[in-house]
């Protein structure tokens, strides 16, 4: 099935480990994308690619670092998780980045405690 | 500062009317989307505007007026699968969306 897939679902993690949330897209589409959605606040990026072997840093990337090695996966890593990083994250991916449909991954709920 | 507001939650009846506004301050404007996401569950798209005007599909319209930063989503006919966040978001001048909290929708019978 065609789409954008991530992994784990959910996650609790305890305070100081490193954690990489897994994204991979099969729709062969050049720019990718993290949110973290938190209660009460819109969507906030965190790091985009608009095409493989680039990355840029969104509104709030501290603590975060992504990879693009190829057009089909968007890794996102905590290096030191906080709790301060408990949020639903999703990935999401759009033909190129200055085009106008984005399609969402099913998100990961994380628990830092 | 960039800026979406929406309100934060509103409800209506089954078969009913509602209108969700969006007002917006951003640096730019590339186009205004609005997105459905169900409790528990990923956005998806619902539309996209970048001109002045009203752009309808099927039961949902959007309407953008970019003098005065305002949208808002029409949805007729309510059903209570409607029941959902509705979220506006703009594309800035660096082709980056900001994103409103979203407006919850309940739909009652």
């Known amino acids: 099935i065609a789409g954008i897939t991530q992994a784990p679902t959910s996650q609790i993690l305890a305070a100081g480990r490193r954690m990489t949330l897994r994204c991979t897209q099969d729709m062969r589409h050049n720019a990718m994308y993290w949110y973290r959605q938190d209660l009460g606040l819109g969507l906030r990026l965190i790091h985009y690619?608009?095409?493989?072997?680039?990355?840029g840093k969104g509104e709030v990337p501290d603590g975060y670092s992504v990879s693009r090695a190829n057009t089909d996966d968007f890794p996102l890593t905590l290096a030191s998780a906080v709790p301060s990083q408990t949020s639903v994250y999703f990935c999401a991916s759009s033909e190129r980045g200055d085009t106008h449909q984005a399609f969402f991954g099913q998100g990961t709920r994380l628990t830092v405690v | 500062g960039q800026n979406i507001d929406q309100p934060t939650e509103m409800t209506a009846t089954e078969g009913a009317i509602v209108q969700i506004n969006c007002t917006y301050q951003t640096s730019g404007f590339n186009g205004l989307f609005w997105y459905q996401q169900h409790a528990g569950e990923a956005p998806t798209f619902l539309s996209y505007?970048?001109l002045d005007g009203l752009e309808e599909k099927g039961r949902f319209s959007s309407f953008l007026s970019r003098s005065k930063g305002y949208s808002y989503l029409l949805l007729k006919e309510l059903q209570m699968k409607d029941s959902a966040s509705y979220l506006c978001a703009v594309m800035d001048s660096n082709y980056q969306l900001i994103w409103g909290a979203g407006t919850k929708l309940i739909i009652k019978p």
């Open positions: 505007n970048v």
């Open positions: 690619s608009n095409t493989a072997g680039t990355t």
